[in-house]
């Protein structure tokens, strides 16, 4: 039996109930000082003066360090993507180019002091009207960046004149606002400078290795002298899939002093200390005979952006390759310079924005020419992308669709509006389907093999809470016939072998492949050794003879057999070493076009007189190629719809348009999802295997499942309610 496949519990299940996971904060470090920010009032302009006499006297302070005294940092200019990282650095100067922009640092023996003496900082401004980003001028504002990971603009067919001649039309605009990741982990990073000058980042991060070659770069430390560790992550949701300016300052400030410095961000200063998902504006038109087939699709969408990065939302990729519309499609993205620190990806960046207009759309137009929903999304699947012409690798829509559709009951939906009734309430019921964007990428990863019969599996990958650890031990237990509690793993530490961040929900399909490699390279050494070794049992045999399982070697056909630990012994081995290098073509050159995809159905109850929905029930469909483990899949699955469910009802980052601050920097401003929003869910997977994805047949999934939640949701409202809010969240306000 392949431990493949099968629901095991996480390995490292136990260490984190019982406290033993040491999460960045809590790694203990001798003479540790604290560094506390004291951060700036106004979002444009330049500080005039900082008066830190008093800050300085202040009980406990070893250094208060402003832009004056600062160490300089690198200024040679760096890609915002790779190493990733926002590339304003404050304290290097006194221009301020977004409120909450750090303009002290206090390093002290306490936090509290550190804290207290930032209090005593006295600092006057030069003020500017701060840039905000409008939606009554986005569209006059926009720019276009520079091009970023994908073209900004794409062009199949002409969609615009297939548009304008079909029989049926819908164009509208959808709005979504600023949203923060509110993971529960706050951004930390430990600053450890050792005699020899080599420096140890303990960073809550998503990229060990990013934040490495960031860290070698700005601060000019050769990499090899630069260590970043990050064993356990309490949430990241794209928010530590790049580097922000406090990791890189506590490392200067630990110089400064000399001694070790932890520096936390409060949750107020996370609103601008590390980055956000920026608001859309997006218009979307779509043309369609009457029986629903789609003639043309154009999507453009525009974000705000720092002043100094030109992050891209790319929120119309959704448009370019879900359906397939026969005259062709359009889109393009833009953003707006504002003040603001830079935005970054956020639970399923792009696709969660992009298909709230692409699927409400869809359902307008359901409406709008009478055919089910569901039927109407098999009208327009397609099999091949339509973007690059390419044959999709897997595409398991259908089945999504229509398993999806069973198990919700679909067929007992009525279509009108305001049809369905619970007592009071108003029910209603909608869906939605997705695509999300399969990533390929190259990682290493190392396999050892101990003469006391265990395995250890080492990647400087990440385990970022969706079960990682124990995915690569069952990889790596069915390569070597071992049971998974005989596996340990070691991930978030440089200097372990190389491997990619985890973002993209990429990990399962590439630095797991990398795993599965070097536990393949390990087996094939040991079977070397039982065939040539000095003390070889299966002298002379071929070694696809040699069975690998319950940790010990077979020889087929022959009772002769012996375990890992008595070959490695009688050998003289005390280990076998086994290196994984996962080195894919690029999806983009692949030829075929790789994504994974899902139909989500909700069910919401309307309080009529107050407005207010409830998810009744839910239940998602998924087509993410093999699915390694169904238990932390789910839980994936499950957590990623709870996000979709806060994007639909409850997510927004507001800003006064006056300062140019956040305003709702904490749990009780900025709601989240909790228990009591959340019914059952139900989830479930069409199981396959993609070669094309990955030698493991997986493809991505976490953030497959927070896409089209939001969709579903609004469709369901509408269905509801008769009334459609193409702006999110979906509050009372707008239902009233
Ligand atoms: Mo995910 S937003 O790609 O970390």
Redesign the pocket.
Known sequence: MTIVGQPISRIDGRLKVTGGARYTADIPLRAVAHGAFVYSTIANGRTVSIDTADAERAPGVLAVLTHKNMPRMNPQPWSHLRPQGQTYLPLQDEQIHYAGQPVALVVAATLDQATHAGTLIKVAYETNPPAVFDLRTAKQDAVEPPQRMWPLSSSVGNADKAIASAAVKIERAFTMPDRHHNQMELHVTLAVWDDDGTLTLYDST?MVVGTKKLASLVLSVPEEKVNVVCEFLGG???GK?CSWPHTLLAALASKVVKRPVRLQLTRAQMYSMAGHQPATVQTIALGANRDGKLTGIRHDSINPTSVFDPYVEYAAMASRHLWRATGGISTSHKVVHVNRNSPI?????MEAQGHFALESAMDELAYATGVDPVELRLRNDTDTDPYSSRPFSTRALRECLTKGAARFGWDKRKPEPRSMRDGRYLIGQGMAAAIYTHWRWPGKARVTLNASGSALVEAAAHDIGTGTYTTMAQVAADALGLTPDKVDVRLGNTRLPESHP????ATAANATAAVMLAAQATRDKAIEVAITGHDAPFAGAAANDVVVADGRFTLAKTNLNITFAELLTRNGLSSLVGDGDYNPIEEVNGPKAIFSFSAVFAEVRVDPDFGLVRLNRFVGAYDAGRILNPKTARSQAIGGVIWGVGQALLEQSEIDPASGQFVNRNYSGYLVSTNADIPELDVLFVDGFDEEASPLGAKGLG?LTEVSVAPAIANAVYHATGKRVRDLPITMEKLL
């Open positions: 998503q990241g949701f794209g899939s990806m956020l639970r399923a960046p985890a973002i993209g929900s953030e």
